[in-house]
Nanobody, 113 residues
């Protein structure tokens, strides 16, 4: 069964860090570009970061550049999103997406004091 499962979300204070994981089963992640998206209440889903399959080049939205880092561990069939210096405006449900048409179920990130 093809599946993407996100984990690592939670409640963190402003300035804190979280590492999100996106684990795949039923297919090999490193064959595909993988993206992280987020959706805050009342807002549209937006792209946060992605990593290409061909050369592991990365992209970041301006709002997270310099604070978030995307990486992949092919041995674990997992992609990570390291999030540092978190801000309240980073609060959202975070989803990973594999460029084969697969979405995960999402993980909640809440940044609040």
């Amino acid at each position: 069964q093809v599946q993407l499962v996100e984990s690592g979300g939670g409640l963190v204070q402003p300035g804190g860090s979280l590492r999100l994981s996106c684990a795949a089963s039923g297919f090999t992640l490193d064959y595909y570009a993988i993206g992280w998206f987020r959706q805050a209440p009342g807002k549209e889903r937006e792209g946060v970061s992605c990593i290409r399959s061909s050369d592991d080049s990365t992209y970041y939205a301006d709002s997270v550049k310099g604070r978030f880092t995307i990486s992949r561990d092919n041995a674990k069939n997992t992609v990570y999103l390291q999030m540092n210096s978190l801000k309240p405006e980073d609060t959202a449900v975070y989803y990973c997406y594999a460029d084969a048409g697969y979405w995960g179920q999402g993980t909640q990130v809440t940044v609040s004091s």
